[in-house]
C-alpha cells in the first residue's frame, strides 16, 4: 500500500451506510469517479484490501468514503464500520476507469452509486449540471444514498426507483430496457453505469439494444 491514512470520524448516512472522513495524504491526487484500495492497518486485516471510491472532491482537505456495511458477512465491511476515530487504515494510489467524459445520464444499482457522488459534486460546484440525470435502483426507500442531495442537485432529473419495497416519489419497477426506453430520448448521450455485475451487464446490454454507442458508456471494466 502507498498510503497510510487516519479515521477522523464516521456516521451513518442510511440504515447500512456509513461516511467515513479520513486524512488526506499529502500530494495524494485522483479524479473524481477513480478508486482506491483500503485495509485497516492490523496484522488481522492489512492484507484483506478491498476498492472504494473516494466520495470527496478532489480538492477537499479531507478524504471522503460511502461505504456499506455487510455486517451477516463478518468480512472486511463490518470491521471498517465497526473502527473507532484515531483508527489508521492503508491506501492504495487511485485506479479505475470511471471518469467524467461528457454530459450524460448516470445510472446506478444500490452502492455502485458512489463513484458518481463526486463526478456530480464537482459538475453542481461548476454549475455545470444541466443536460444530466440520474436513475437509481434500490431495494427500498431507506437505502437510497444521499437522497436529499441528488434531489436537490438534479431535481425532476432524479428518478429513483425501488424494486422490493416502493412509496409515493419513488417508482416501483427494474432499471431494465423498457424503464430505459420511456426514461431516456437521446441514446447518443454518455451513460455511465455502476452496480452489481449483473445489474451492470443487463444496463449495458439494455442501452446498447436501444442504441447508445459502445464507446459512450462508461463503466467499469
Not at 498510503?3 to 500530494?27: A, N, Y
Request: proline fraction near 7%; include cysteine; hydrophobic fraction near 40%.
Amino acid at each position: 500500500m502507498d498510503h497510510q491514512v487516519t479515521l477522523l470520524m464516521s456516521e451513518f448516512v442510511t440504515r447500512d451506510v456509513k461516511r467515513f472522513i479520513l486524512t488526506r495524504p499529502e500530494g495524494f491526487l485522483f479524479e473524481p469517479g477513480q478508486g482506491v484500495e483500503l485495509a485497516i492497518d492490523h496484522p488481522d486485516w492489512k492484507d484483506e484490501a478491498r476498492p472504494f471510491t473516494p466520495t470527496s472532491l478532489e480538492d477537499d482537505q479531507v478524504l471522503e468514503f460511502t461505504i456499506k456495511g455487510y455486517p451477516e458477512r463478518a468480512g472486511v465491511t463490518k470491521a471498517l464500520h465497526d473502527l473507532r476515530p484515531g483508527a489508521r487504515l492503508l491506501m492504495s494510489e487511485p485506479f479505475g476507469t470511471i471518469r467524467y467524459q461528457g454530459k450524460g445520464t448516470f445510472i446506478a444499482g444500490g452502492a455502485g452509486v458512489t463513484p458518481f457522488i463526486a463526478i456530480l459534486r464537482r459538475l453542481a460546484r461548476d454549475a455545470s449540471l444541466d443536460g444530466h440525470g440520474l436513475l437509481f435502483s434500490n431495494k427500498t426507500p431507506a437505502d437510497v444514498i444521499c437522497e436529499k442531495e441528488f434531489r436537490y442537485l438534479l431535481g425532476p432529473r432524479c428518478v429513483l426507483t425501488c424494486t422490493e419495497e416502493t412509496a409515493p416519489g419513488y417508482e416501483g419497477r427494474l432499471i431494465d430496457r423498457d424503464f430505459l426506453a420511456e426514461r431516456i430520448d437521446d441514446f447518443g448521450q454518455h451513460f455511465y453505469v455502476c452496480g452489481p455485475p449483473k445489474f451492470n451487464d443487463a444496463v449495458n446490454q439494455a442501452l446498447k439494444d436501444l442504441g447508445a454507442e459502445p464507446d459512450l458508456l462508461v463503466f467499469e471494466q
